[in-house]
C-alpha cells in the first residue's frame, strides 16, 4: 500500500504547556517519525497550549481554540493521542480532547457518511504507574464510536517502575519493546489507512 500522499496529526495532550519538556510530547515525536518512514507528513498539536473550550459541539464559541484545532484533524488520515497516566486514567485534556470530538458523531460527509469514515487512530501512552492499558481501551473505544478505524496492536506505551520518578523522557534510551510496538503500529496504521483511501467503508443503508 502506498502511503506516501497521506497526513498523520497528534494531539499531545501533556499537562506541562511549550516550550517545557513533556514525555508524551516526546513520544508522540517517535511516534511521528516513524510514520514518516512511510512516507506521510505529520503533524503535532500540543493541546494545552490552546484555549479549548468545555463542551460537545464543534464550536463552543467565545474565544474557543478548537475549530481552529479540528480544521486540522480533519485535515489528517491518521490521528495518534498522546497521553500521560494520572491515577491510572488518561490526563484531564485528553479527556477534553475525546468530549470535542463527540461532536463528530452528528457530522457527515459530502456522502452522507460519518465524517471521521476512512480515518485511522491510534495511541501513545506514558507514566511511571500501571494505566496503559485501560487508556488505551478507554480511547479506542471513544475514537471507534466517532468513526475512526483501530489498526492491529495501535498502540504504544510505556510505564515506568511502581513508586519510582524516573519519567520516560528521562529514559537513556527508548526501551525495546516500546521502539518495537510503536514500529508495528506505525506499519500498521500506515497501511490501513492506504487501504481505506483505495476503498471506502459504504455509505450505511439506513
Known sequence: MDSSSLHAVALVCTLTPSPER?????IADQFLAELAKH????DK???????VKPG???????????????????????????????????SSVASRVVERLDAELSETDATGRPILYDKVAVVAVVGNEDGAHKISADLFQALN????????????????EAMHT????????????TASAMSAAAA????????????SYPKSAS
Not at 22 to 26: E, G, Q, T, V
Not at 39 to 42: D, E, K
Not at 188 to 199: E, G, P, R, T, V
Open 56 to 90: 460537545v459541539q464543534t464550536d463552543m464559541g467565545n474565544g474557543d481554540a478548537w475549530p481552529a484545532l479540528r480544521e486540522r484533524i480533519l485535515a489528517a488520515d491518521i490521528l495518534l493521542v498522546s497521553t500521560p497516566t494520572w491515577a491510572g486514567h488518561m
Open 45 to 51: 498539536i500540543r493541546v494545552v497550549d490552546h484555549d
Open 188 to 199: 500498521n496504521a500506515a497501511h490501513l489507512a492506504a487501504a481505506l483511501k483505495i476503498s
Open 145 to 160: 464510536d466517532y468513526g475512526y478505524t483501530i489498526p492491529a496492536q495501535g498502540v504504544t506505551y510505556w510505564n515506568g
Open 22 to 26: 513533556s514525555s508524551s510530547d516526546l
Open 166 to 177: 524516573t519519567d520516560y523522557q528521562d529514559l537513556d534510551e527508548t526501551p525495546q519493546v
Open 39 to 42: 512516507g506521510m507528513t505529520t
